[in-house]
Nanobody, 126 residues
Framework: QVQLVESGGGLVQAGGSLRLSCTAS????????MGWFRQAPGKEREFVAA????????YYADSVKGRFTISRENAKNTVYLQMNSLKPEDTAVYYC???????????????????WGQGTQVTVSF
């Protein structure tokens, strides 16, 4: 069982930065693929970024590529999402998710993730 707690959301002006953190409980955190998803009002949840259990590979949605960076510290059971050059369209609730060693094909699919955090609100103003 893995429990996830996100933090770091907030209100920021366009062009600004935020760093989200997701801390996991459980002794096997290092075996899990970690992902970030987001859901804006009236829209479906969408993939943002993912990182493999070793941290050796990362994946990004085209809409955030070059602006967001996902990383992890297995010793701290924590995954991060550094968000730079934020845009109003990045406004959403951001969710952290975990799944056991997903394949490259699976990392963008939300139903492949077994564990989810409660979400943290990110609001980007004009």
């Amino acid at each position: 069982q893995v429990q996830l707690v996100e933090s770091g959301g907030g209100l920021v002006q366009a062009g600004g930065s935020l760093r989200l953190s997701c801390t996991a409980s459980g002794r096997t955190f290092s075996s899990y693929t970690m992902g970030w998803f987001r859901q804006a009002p009236g829209k479906e949840r969408e993939f943002v970024a993912a990182i493999t259990w070793s941290g050796g590979s990362t994946y990004y949605a085209d809409s955030v590529k070059g602006r967001f960076t996902i990383s992890r510290e297995n010793a701290k059971n924590t995954v991060y999402l550094q968000m730079n050059s934020l845009k109003p369209e990045d406004t959403a609730v951001y969710y952290c998710a975990a799944a056991y060693k997903l394949t490259i094909v699976q990392v963008t699919i939300d139903r492949r993730y077994n564990y989810w955090g409660q979400g943290t609100q990110v609001t980007v103003s004009f």
